[in-house]
Structure formats: structure tokens, C-alpha cells
């Protein structure tokens, strides 16, 4: 099958600085998460992918067709841009009706597809209001709003959840889910981990421009076997634990936080290290009240592979 | 692509419609409404002998061509790609299935379309309410369309170049005021060829007027060293249809940067 979404040692520079830097990828239907710091090229991908930016070196095409200059892909198409912006002097109705005019409909289809984009965003009760006096959640589900109003195939949404409360947030999240299960594909960015994770497990990790990694969730756990894991043991014989694993050759780092009687372990061997913590809980009267391990999440993940 | 020029005329057309700053410029046009009914109640005071026509022909020429339709071309023209960028509602133009050139041919409309409105409203109504009484006759009327035809024509003009501006520059703004109320204004008083590297010069060569030498504000009339009445149109349309084509071929094929 061919993919939705293909980059081809895409490449771009602003001057001397780099957005992006030989990304080669293949996106399918389904929700797929660019993640990354502020600053790691997601938003100069996401602008390639709309048209926005010319790549440097390399070139992006959707359903199997270049993007730059090429209008035809824009009516299968829906972007949310980051940026807080509108035609101010609008009111939602009129800010929606206006931009779907621009896809050709008549008046009453622009009409129509109009409210039922403020139905889905819960923003009907305040359709006639000008967006100037919308609430930050608002203008974020109205610029959700006119992206999904055409009914496109493929949702290009930067940071879509930003701003919004948590109500609106898992309105939204379910909203974006629903578009999945209609066989749509969605490509969102978010530098907020547990959004991406209530959205979906494909993941892509991008930093300084570059694809670090690209995976299922468990794909991504996985890499974090080739890198330190971190376990946290909370117990009043703190300090007598840290001398007996002192010994052991996997572990790798030790730090104490005497405050509240732990200690965290570094090792790259993280079955031998509870084996041998077994041991000791059997062999000796070592009381231990919590073990959690602080890197066991994306943002974990994350950071290991692109080395804080 | 005229139906994509068409869907981006009535989009924007809209847009201008409700937009503050067309609010402020209809204000700013009606002035000269407001200077007619001033003077037309000064002259029924018996205050002021000299022939409306000639009064409203010192409007024209001060007011109406050499500082409205500059400053509306100029605020609307040089605007048409930077409040976009400024603005940053250019995603939703760049990711909608209209192409460059009808964006920039669309929104080059719906300003002139906005500035002829507000144009037209202002010299219509001062014209005839400096000139409606017993000695108005029918050709009167020919006269304030001829002026009207000239104007519109400047204002095309003037809005095409300035469009081409906002498409090359980041702050054109700067170049058109430069442009609009320097080298305008200096160029027409060099005699010559020279004169006619300006828009006013064939707009001015357009007003029947143009001979005059009387009155308070002849000096506007000097050196004129005008050109023929169709090569004068021609050079108008010529320049608008030239400086829009450009402005599109350029907007089509260069690239805009949102500044973050």
C-alpha cells in the first residue's frame, strides 16, 4: 500500500539554521505524534506538509503528490495552525462559512459544514459571538474547527490541545479518535507526553531536526533497554541497601534523597538488579515501602534518546 | 482560476467590509463630504463668489488624487500580503485549494472594489453638493464621471504597484509612502520626459482641467507637459495589469516565513 504521507530525505534550512535535516518517513492512516522539544522541527515539517515551506533538499508528497504549489491536495486536507490567529473582526460562523467558501462550496453547503464544525467542537451556543471574544479553549477548538469542516482525509493538527481545559481536552482527544476510526489520517504534534499518549502509541520522536526514533509505544520502550533505567527504592534502611548493591557490576550510578528515604539506582541491567534485590528482601530483614521507577514513561523515553 | 479569484474576492470583500480599518478610511474619505458642506454653507452666507466647478476641481486635485486614492492604494495595497504574515492567518490561505496568483489577484479585488466604494461615495456626494443648484445642467454630470473614471483608474494603478510592493518587500509600507507622497509628488514638477516615470502624470494629462492656471492652487498645474488622453489610459491599464501580473508570478513562487 502506498502510504498516505511520504518524506524523502526532506531538508531545510532558515539561513544557518537548521529546521529539519534528512527526514525520510512514511505516514498510514491512523493518529501519528510528532514529539518533541519547542524547537525540534515539528512545526517546519508540519509547514512542508501544508504548503507553507519549500524544502531545501528532498520532497514531500501526499497521497503520491508534491505539495509545494500543488492546490489540488488542499481539499483532502485539514490544518490547525499553532499560531493564535483568526480574522478577528469574524464571528465563528462567519470565520468558518468564509473559509469553506474558499473550497467552492455554495453558500448554504458553507453554511451547513459551518455549524456542524461548531457541533463537533461544542462551540454552537457562541457561533454568532466574533472570535475576538472567544476564550483561549475556544479559539483552539474553532481553529480545530476549520480544519475538520471540509471533512478532509488526512488532519495536520499542531499542538491542537494546547490551551484547552481538561474537559474540552478529552472532548477533543475523543473527537480526533473518531476521525481515526473513519479511516482518516491524522498527523499531530505536542510536546505535552501524556496527550500524545491518550492519543495514540505511534510515535515519532524528533529532535534537533532529525527523526531520533519512530515506533509503537512499546517499540519505544524497548529502545530504552539499550540505555540506563532508573529505580527508585523508598525504605528507612535506605542507606544500608545502597552499601549492599554498591558491589554489583550492572549498576551504574547511585543517588540518595535522605529527605524521604530513598534511593535511586542507575543500571543497565534491570532483571539481574531485581533478581538480586529479591535476594536480598528474602535474606534479610530489609523493609522496603515503595519501588517506582521515575523514567518508566515517554518522557523518559524521550529524554534518554536525545541525551538530557 | 477565476472562480478561485472569484471565491477569494467574496471572501475578503467580506472581510474588508467588516474590518477596522475600512471604518477609520470611510471616515477619512468622507472629509471631503464634509469640506463640501462647508463651503457650500459659506458660500450661501455669500462669503465665497468663485465657481463651485472651479472649487471642486482645487478638491479634486488636492484631495482626491494626490492624497486619497495614494493613501487608500498605499494602506490597502501594501498590506495585502504582510497582514497575512503579521497577522499569521496565513495557513489558512496557504492550505486551502485556491492557487497564489488567484489569492493575490483575489484580494488585489476585493481592495479595489473596498476603496473604489469608499472613492466613488465621497466624490459623488461632495461633487454634487458643492454644484446641485439652479445653474446645473446635464453635461455636469458627464463631468463627475470622467472624473470619476480618472480616479478609479489611478486608484487601480496606484493599488496594483503597491500590491507588487507587499509582495517583494517585508515592510513595503516604507518604499510606498516614499514612493506615493515623494517621488509622486517631486516627479510632476521636472520637465520633460522625466514627469512621466510617475502614475499622477498620466492621471493629471486625464483631468480636462489640466491647462489651468488660475486660482490659489495653480502651482499644481505647472510644467505639466501632458500625454494624449488614450495613451495616457493605456499607460494606466498598462502599469496596473503589469505590476498585478508581477505581484502574482512573485507571490506564486517565493516563499513567506511567519516570524515567530
Redesign the interface.
Known amino acids: 500500500m502506498t502510504a498516505i504521507i511520504e518524506a524523502r530525505n526532506l531538508s531545510r534550512w532558515y539561513g544557518n539554521v537548521l529546521g529539519i535535516s534528512e527526514i525520510n518517513l512514511e505516514i498510514n492512516p491512523g493518529i501519528t505524534a510528532l514529539l518533541g522539544p519547542n524547537g525540534a522541527g515539528k512545526s517546519t515539517f508540519m509547514k512542508i506538509l501544508t504548503g507553507q515551506l519549500k524544502a531545501n533538499i528532498g520532497e514531500a508528497r501526499i497521497f503520491g503528490e508534491k505539495v509545494w504549489n500543488n492546490r489540488r491536495i488542499f481539499s483532502r486536507l485539514g490544518f490547525c495552525p499553532e499560531d493564535d490567529a483568526f480574522y478577528e473582526e469574524l464571528s465563528g460562523l462567519e470565520f468558518l462559512s468564509g473559509l469553506l467558501s474558499l473550497y467552492g462550496f455554495n453558500q448554504a453547503e458553507c453554511s451547513r459544514k459551518a455549524r456542524q464544525a461548531l457541533d463537533l467542537v461544542e462551540l454552537a451556543d457562541v457561533a454568532d459571538r466574533q472570535v475576538r471574544s472567544y476564550s483561549r479553549g475556544m479559539r483552539q477548538r474553532i481553529k480545530l474547527a476549520q480544519a475538520i469542516a471540509h471533512d478532509p482525509e488526512v488532519l495536520i493538527l499542531d499542538e491542537p490541545l494546547s490551551g484547552l481545559d481538561p474537559l474540552s481536552k478529552r472532548h477533543i482527544i475523543k473527537l480526533i479518535k473518531e476521525f481515526k476510526n473513519a479511516g482518516k489520517t491524522i498527523v499531530i504534534s505536542s510536546h505535552i507526553l501524556p496527550e500524545v499518549e491518550a492519543l495514540t502509541s505511534e510515535i515519532i520522536l524528533i529532535h534537533q531536526g532529525k527523526i531520533i526514533a519512530r515506533g509503537d509505544i512499546y517499540f519505544i520502550r524497548d529502545l530504552i533497554d539499550t540505555h540506563p533505567h532508573m529505580i527508585r527504592i523508598k525504605s528507612p534502611q535506605f542507606r544500608q541497601l545502597a552499601t549492599t548493591m554498591a558491589g554489583e557490576d550492572y549498576l551504574l550510578k547511585m543517588a540518595f534523597e535522605p529527605e524521604d528515604q530513598a534511593v535511586i539506582f542507575e543500571t543497565h541491567d534491570r532483571d539481574r538488579f531485581f533478581n538480586r534485590l529479591n535476594e536480598l528482601l528474602l535474606s534479610s530483614p530489609l523493609a522496603i515501602d515503595e519501588i517506582t521507577s521515575p523514567d518508566d514513561n515517554l518522557q523518559a523515553v524521550f529524554d534518554y534518546l536525545v541525551g538530557k | 482560476m477565476t ?1 478561485e479569484i472569484k ?2 474576492f ?2 475578503y470583500f ?2 474588508k467590509k ?3 480599518r475600512t471604518k477609520i478610511f470611510f471616515l477619512l474619505s468622507s472629509a471631503a463630504i464634509l469640506l463640501a458642506v462647508v463651503i457650500r454653507v459659506y458660500r450661501l452666507a455669500g462669503h465665497w463668489a468663485e465657481n463651485s466647478q472651479i472649487i471642486f476641481q482645487n478638491i479634486l486635485m488636492v484631495f482626491f488624487l494626490q492624497f486619497l486614492i495614494v493613501i487608500l492604494a498605499l494602506f490597502y495595497g501594501t498590506s495585502i500580503v504582510p497582514e497575512e504574515l503579521e ?14 496568483a488567484a489569492i493575490i489577484i483575489g484580494k488585489y479585488l476585493s481592495s479595489l472594489a473596498v476603496t473604489s466604494i469608499m472613492l466613488l461615495s465621497a466624490l459623488l456626494l461632495s461633487y454634487f453638493i458643492l454644484n446641485l443648484d439652479r445653474d446645473f445642467q446635464l453635461k455636469d454630470i458627464w463631468t463627475v464621471v470622467s472624473y470619476s473614471l480618472v480616479l478609479l483608474l489611478g486608484l487601480a494603478a496606484y493599488l496594483s504597484f503597491f500590491t507588487f510592493l507587499s509582495t517583494w518587500l517585508a515592510k513595503p509600507i516604507l518604499l510606498g509612502l516614499a514612493f506615493g507622497f515623494g517621488w509622486e509628488n517631486v516627479i510632476q514638477y521636472f520637465p520633460g520626459t522625466t514627469q512621466k516615470l510617475s502614475i499622477v502624470h498620466y492621471l493629471k494629462s486625464l483631468l480636462p482641467q489640466y491647462t489651468s492656471a488660475s486660482g490659489r492652487l495653480s502651482f499644481l498645474f505647472i510644467r505639466l507637459e501632458p500625454t494624449s488622453d488614450w495613451l495616457a489610459i493605456l499607460i494606466l491599464l498598462l502599469i496596473t495589469v503589469v505590476f498585478l501580473g508581477l505581484a502574482a508570478l512573485l507571490f ?1 513562487n517565493k ?4 516570524q515567530d
Open positions: 472562480t471565491r477569494v467574496s471572501f467580506f472581510l467588516k474590518s477596522s497577522g499569521k492567518t496565513w495557513p489558512y490561505l496557504s492550505s486551502r485549494p485556491v492557487s497564489k506564486s516563499e513567506y516565513l511567519i
